[in-house]
């Protein structure tokens, strides 16, 4: 998971080299300004982040349970499921209006 986060920071920091005659520097473009105009890798950044948090916190209390003789199920909070991130519908500049594009990462 944390490469998916790797690959969405590079990908909106890349400079899209490039003319959009020859290649997709234009989707390219696009792409990495939808991503960030939906703050999409503050979100999935918050996302691993909780997940880390869980996953440390039932392994410390399965230590302390281990070690302490403390009961493990009573120190375990249950795993918060969280609501899908869905982008918004965009429409490129280069598209005829109105154009039904979805745009979608990691879902």
């Known amino acids: 998971m ?36 939906m703050g999409y890798m503050e979100i999935y950044d918050a996302k691993l982040r909780r997940e880390a948090e869980t996953r440390e916190r039932v392994m410390l209390a399965l230590l302390q349970a281990r070690y302490d003789g403390s009961e493990a199920s009573a120190a375990i909070e249950p795993i918060v499921e969280y609501e899908p991130v869905y982008a918004r519908p965009f429409a490129p500049a280069s598209a005829p209006a109105p154009a039904d594009v979805q745009f979608a990462l990691f879902g």
């Open 2 to 37: 944390p490469g998916k986060l790797r690959f969405l920071k590079r990908l909106t920091e890349w400079p899209c080299y490039g003319s959009p005659e020859y290649t997709f520097s234009d989707v390219e473009a696009a792409t990495s300004a939808a991503i960030r105009s």
